[in-house]
């Protein structure tokens, strides 16, 4: 597992990598529209600030409408940001369907998707998990991610190709962290869904790619780095135990 980080370093790290990847200029995304889910807090809200500060117009989104209005407006303060918001719940058809929808009226087209959100309701050993936990795991972290591009496929074919990025997790590289299992599993299907749709979209001129943080400072984690002796267990993965 690689070591914590703040959100804010996350999103630094973001920043050089794109530095270090690609060339000077900061705007290399203009004229490209992003949906990110699950991006009003945490490792969503640094990735849409990224994509645009990058120069994409990025639609914001997740379950509370408060917390929609906040991220918004934080986006719009910062120089340059074209940012728009929309309450979804990954889980229900008619909230994705609408957040696609609010996408197209607002700013034409969709080229990037970064599919961010997940649930963890349990945690113990995998063989005590409830089935409605299990169902709610794969329902948000797995079927909602799938649904979700399979409608923006067709959209970004239109427009010549796009990207899709999945978010994973070191969980679902090595699920060996105790009392995640069945999210482990969850995150571990995202990366075969990456890789079939990666195959599938090509021809179509569409990126299909995943990320998969370490552990990353958040309230998502908490459970994790609030405890020293999950925090423990954690670093006794890491080779360089930080
Ligand atoms: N933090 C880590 O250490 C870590 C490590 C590896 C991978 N990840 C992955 O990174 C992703 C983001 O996690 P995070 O740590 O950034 O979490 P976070 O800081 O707790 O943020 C969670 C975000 O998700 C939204 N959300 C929650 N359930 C949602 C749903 N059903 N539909 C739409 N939005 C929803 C929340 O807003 P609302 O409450 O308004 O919905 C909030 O904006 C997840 O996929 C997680 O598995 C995290």
Same mark, same amino acid.
């Given at each position: 597992?690689?070591?914590?980080?703040?959100?804010?370093?996350?999103?630094?790290?973001?920043?050089?990598?794109?530095?270090?990847?690609?060339?000077?200029?900061?705007?290399?995304?203009?004229?490209?529209?992003?949906?990110?889910?699950?991006?009003?807090?945490?490792?969503?809200?640094?990735?849409?600030?990224?994509?645009?500060?990058?120069?994409?117009?990025?639609?914001?989104?997740?379950?509370?409408?408060?917390?929609?209005?906040?991220?918004?407006?934080?986006?719009?303060?910062?120089?340059?940001?074209?940012?728009?918001?929309?309450?979804?719940?990954?889980?229900?058809?008619?909230?994705?369907?609408?957040?696609?929808?609010?996408?197209?009226?607002?700013?034409?087209?969709?080229?990037?998707?970064?599919?961010?959100?997940?649930?963890?309701?349990?945690?113990?050993?995998?063989?005590?998990?409830?089935?409605?936990?299990?169902?709610?795991?794969?329902?948000?972290?797995?079927?909602?991610?799938?649904? $979700?591009?399979?409608?923006?496929?067709?959209?970004?074919?239109?427009?010549?190709?796009?990207?899709?990025?999945?978010?994973?997790?070191?969980?679902?590289?090595?699920?060996?962290?105790?009392?995640?299992?069945?999210?482990?599993?969850?995150?571990?299907?995202? $990366?075969?869904?990456?890789?079939? $749709?990666?195959?599938?979209?090509?021809?179509?001129?569409?990126?299909?790619?995943?990320?998969?943080?370490?552990?990353?400072?958040?309230?998502?984690?908490?459970?994790?780095?609030?405890?020293?002796?999950?925090?423990?267990?954690?670093?006794?993965?890491?080779?360089?135990?930080?």
């Amino acid at each position: 597992m690689s070591r914590r980080v703040s959100v804010s370093r996350f999103s630094g790290t973001l920043r050089s990598l794109r530095m270090s990847t690609t060339a000077a200029s900061s705007r290399s995304l203009e004229g490209k529209v992003a949906v990110v889910t699950a991006s009003t807090e945490g490792i969503g809200f640094a990735i849409a600030k990224q994509l645009a500060h990058d120069g994409a117009k990025v639609m914001i989104s997740s379950r509370k409408q408060d917390k929609v209005i906040d991220a918004v407006s934080k986006l719009e303060k910062e120089q340059g940001c074209t940012v728009k918001g929309v309450v979804c719940h990954v889980g229900k058809t008619e909230h994705r369907r609408n957040l696609i929808k609010e996408t197209l009226d607002t700013f034409g087209g969709i080229d990037i998707l970064v599919s961010n959100a997940a649930a963890n309701p349990t945690f113990g050993p995998i063989l005590e998990t409830p089935e409605e936990s299990w169902e709610k795991i794969f329902d948000i972290n797995v079927k909602s991610a799938f649904l $979700l591009a399979k409608d923006v496929v067709p959209l970004m074919k239109k427009r010549g190709g796009g990207s899709i990025v999945f978010v994973s997790s070191i969980a679902g590289l090595q699920p060996s962290l105790q009392g995640l299992g069945a999210y482990s599993v969850s995150k571990t299907a995202l $990366l075969g869904l990456t890789k079939v $749709l990666a195959n599938e979209c090509a021809h179509m001129g569409v990126r299909v790619n995943c990320v998969a943080p370490g552990i990353i400072k958040t309230k998502f984690s908490g459970a994790l780095w609030q405890s020293e002796s999950l925090t423990e267990a954690a670093l006794a993965q890491i080779p360089l135990r930080r």
